[in-house]
């Protein structure tokens, strides 16, 4: 298949009476091609894109410039995340429970590690065709997918990237597994924040389940009909990304989109929709968006999608953050029938800007359409969920309303978030790069 196959136009309002898109976009699919075949076989010197990536006029991000970022009156948070404890409580409190988006510097990740991981997936979508067209399905079922666009065949209009997307866990890593580089700083957050056995991590599975998508955003010649990733949320509980040198990266704060920062070796955390419900709104999961690429560099970036991998196990607001004067905002639901929704609505329209936000407004007590999505419950939330989520949020600083417990309970429960961190920055060090690699050499 060529870009000829397809209907081309750069002109968003001309009419296509023969335009059959469910035809093209199963042509493109079946070609294995993705998005950056496409582009060399012979679009990249065009003017235009396939009408397949053509959303709607209303929606369109109109001329985007080759040199930004834009200044706006916001910015995402950048935490240094050496500064002492109560200024770092502080400032993740405050991002958490506003913008929804911080950076974090001085992690602990090595430097080479993020461009290594970042080297690995752009070196693989530069393959030749007839390598990464042998890896191209649809089965995550397999562990492991590389497409274009997840919902190519439910979305009104394609974005331009191209996606290799895997599960990297809930399975842990042994600590002698992890590169000695972090070894000892993560064994040190283990052991300082739990005050447990060794195992115990294995019972909460609340953080667990983990998926990466390593995203490949190639020069797009029209950026100004396309996105790179249209508007969303996420759903799960936390999303851990890094990203190369070329900007796209957009988050919604009030009624602007605020560019994220590029700061080298900064790694980007944001709260899903999981801990927005579990924190009873303290914390907030936000619109965020990726703008089609219009520098021949192609954007490379890699985000860890972390969330509860008992997908069976009620959540809803934690006990300990429902009062009188505070009631639950949102109604218990398994994981299972929380993600079947969210995808549904973000199948049914392509002209909301957030299809997905719809169904988190869905499951507030006293909205239309509450009742009647699931079957309610109300026990107690599952143990793992009490120890782990409750830890973060206390961990930052909030919400000890349980005066009573001794000193060493309060430090391991304030010392939480230093082991959750611990935890991604063995997922980075050690899944990331290495499954990307033995995946790659198949």
């Given at each position: 298949?060529?870009?000829?196959?397809?209907?081309?136009?750069?002109?968003?309002?001309?009419?296509?009476?023969d335009?059959?898109?469910?035809?093209?976009?199963?042509?493109?699919d079946?070609?294995?091609?993705?998005?950056?075949?496409?582009?060399?076989?012979?679009?990249a010197?065009?003017?235009?894109?396939p009408?397949?990536?053509?959303?709607?006029?209303?929606?369109?991000?109109?001329?985007?410039?080759?040199t930004?970022?834009?200044?706006?009156?916001?910015?995402i948070?950048?935490?240094?995340?050496?500064?002492?404890?109560?200024?770092l409580?502080?400032?993740?409190t405050?991002?958490?429970?506003?913008?929804?988006?911080?950076?974090?510097?001085?992690?602990?990740?090595?430097?080479?590690?993020?461009?290594?991981?970042?080297?690995?997936?752009?070196?693989?979508?530069?393959?030749?065709?007839?390598?990464?067209?042998?890896?191209?399905?649809?089965?995550?079922?397999?562990?492991?997918?590389?497409?274009?666009?997840v919902?190519?065949?439910?979305?009104?209009?394609?974005?331009?990237?191209d996606?290799?997307?895997?599960?990297?866990?809930?399975v842990?890593?042994?600590?002698?597994?992890?590169?000695?580089?972090?070894?000892?700083?993560?064994?040190?957050?283990?052991?300082?924040?739990?005050?447990?056995?060794?195992?115990?991590?294995?019972?909460?599975?609340?953080l667990?389940?983990?998926?990466?998508?390593?995203?490949?955003?190639?020069?797009?010649?029209?950026?100004?009909?396309?996105?790179?990733?249209?508007?969303?949320t996420?759903?799960?509980?936390?999303?851990?990304?890094?990203?190369?040198?070329?900007?796209?990266?957009?988050?919604?704060?009030?009624?602007?989109w605020?560019?994220?920062?590029?700061?080298?070796?900064?790694?980007?955390?944001?709260?899903?929709?999981?801990?927005?419900?579990?924190?009873n709104?303290?914390?907030?999961?936000?619109?965020?968006?990726?703008?089609?690429?219009?520098?021949?560099?192609?954007?490379?970036?890699?985000?860890?999608?972390?969330?509860?991998?008992?997908?069976d196990?009620?959540f809803?607001?934690?006990?300990?953050?429902?009062?009188?004067?505070?009631p639950?905002?949102?109604?218990?639901?398994?994981?299972?029938?929380?993600?079947?929704?969210?995808?549904?609505k973000?199948t049914?329209?392509?002209?909301?800007?957030?299809?997905?936000?719809?169904?988190?407004?869905?499951?507030?007590?006293?909205?239309?359409?509450?009742?009647?999505?699931?079957?309610?419950?109300d026990?107690?939330m599952?143990?793992?969920?009490?120890v782990?989520?409750?830890?973060?949020?206390?961990?930052?600083?909030?919400?000890?309303?349980?005066?009573?417990?001794?000193?060493?309970e309060?430090?391991?429960?304030?010392?939480?978030?230093?082991?959750?961190?611990?935890?991604?920055?063995?997922?980075?060090?050690?899944?990331?790069?290495?499954?990307?690699?033995?995946?790659?050499?198949?």
């Open positions: 298949m060529s870009s000829s196959s397809l209907t081309l136009t750069s002109d968003p309002h001309h009419p296509h009476q335009y059959d898109r469910l035809k093209e976009v199963k042509q493109f079946d070609s294995k091609l993705g998005v950056k075949g496409l582009l060399d076989s012979g679009l010197s065009s003017s235009s894109i009408l397949i990536f053509h959303h709607p006029p209303d929606s369109q991000p109109g001329p985007i410039s080759h930004r970022p834009t200044h706006t009156h916001h910015s948070p950048i935490v240094d995340f050496s500064a002492p404890k109560p200024i409580t502080d400032q993740i405050r991002a958490a429970s506003t913008v929804g988006f911080f950076q974090i510097t001085n992690h602990g990740i090595p430097l080479h590690v993020i461009q290594r991981t970042l080297a690995a997936v752009k070196s693989f979508n530069e393959l030749p065709a007839d390598i990464k067209t042998a890896h191209y399905h649809r089965e995550m079922g397999r562990g492991v997918t590389f497409s274009t666009n919902d190519l065949y439910q979305s009104k209009a394609a974005s331009w990237r996606t290799l997307q895997m599960r990297v866990s809930p842990l890593p042994n600590p002698s597994d992890i590169p000695e580089v972090v070894r000892e700083e993560v064994l040190g957050f283990l052991s300082e924040g739990l005050g447990v056995e060794e195992g115990r991590l294995k019972e909460m599975t609340c667990e389940g983990r998926t990466m998508a390593a995203h490949y955003y190639p020069y797009c010649p029209r950026p100004d009909l396309t996105y790179g990733l249209t508007s969303h996420d759903p799960g509980v936390v999303t851990v990304l890094v990203q190369n040198e070329v900007v796209g990266l957009q988050v919604k704060v009030g009624e602007e605020v560019d994220v920062e590029l700061v080298e070796g900064a790694v980007v955390i944001n709260i899903g929709d999981i801990l927005q419900i579990i924190s709104d303290e914390y907030k999961s936000v619109e965020h968006r990726v703008l089609a690429n219009p520098l021949q560099e192609p954007r490379v970036s890699v985000a860890v999608f972390c969330n509860p991998s008992n997908r196990g009620l809803g607001p934690l006990p300990e953050l429902v009062s009188q004067e505070k639950a905002r949102y109604r218990q639901f398994t994981l299972s029938d929380y993600m079947q929704r969210k995808e549904g973000m049914t329209s392509w002209t909301d800007s957030n299809p997905g936000r719809r169904f988190i407004g869905c499951e507030r007590y006293g909205q239309p359409g509450a009742c009647g999505y699931f079957n309610w419950f026990p107690p599952c143990d793992r969920a009490k782990v989520i409750p830890g973060l949020l206390r961990s930052l600083g909030r919400h000890e309303t349980e005066k009573t417990r001794d000193d060493a309060i430090k391991r429960l304030r010392n939480m978030n230093n082991v959750l961190f611990a935890a991604l920055v063995a997922t980075w060090c050690l899944f990331v790069p290495c499954a990307l690699m033995v995946w790659l050499n198949k």
